[in-house]
């Protein structure tokens, strides 16, 4: 099994840039293909954007498209997600996911995610 552990969240302004990292436990962390997920208050948890186990390919909501990059580091067993442009709609608890074998169409789904960090809180200001 694989254990996510969050971090970088913080307080932004609207515009600037955040980088959260996902270090993961676990021996085959580069079988997993990896997710970014986000909730906030109220909403349901809303897809951010995935990379495949290799980081060859990375697949994005529509709603961060352009501004958000989702990199990952199988030797250091840790997933990235670059936020750049930040908006206040962007405030959320961010969690990172895994799976160790995810369709390409079930990405995007969280419930098909067996795997979740703990979350970390981004908040942008305006």
């Known amino acids: 099994q694989v254990q996510l552990v969050e971090s970088g969240g913080g307080l932004v302004q609207a515009g600037g840039s955040l980088r959260l990292s996902c270090a993961a436990s676990?021996?085959?962390?580069?079988?997993?293909?990896m997710g970014w997920f986000r909730q906030a208050p109220g909403k349901e948890r809303e897809f951010v954007g995935a990379v495949t186990r290799s980081g060859g390919t990375t697949y994005y909501a529509d709603s961060v498209k352009g501004r958000f990059s989702i990199s990952r580091d199988n030797a250091k067993n840790t997933v990235y997600l670059q936020m750049n442009s930040l908006k206040p709609e962007d405030t959320a608890v961010y969690y990172c996911?895994?799976?160790?074998?995810?369709?390409?169409?079930?990405?995007?789904?969280?419930?098909?995610?067996?795997?979740w960090g703990q979350g970390t809180q981004v908040t942008v200001s305006s």
């Open positions: 676990g021996r085959t962390f580069s079988r997993y293909d």
């Open positions: 996911a895994a799976d160790y074998n995810i369709a390409t169409t079930a990405r995007s789904d969280a419930k098909k995610y067996d795997h």
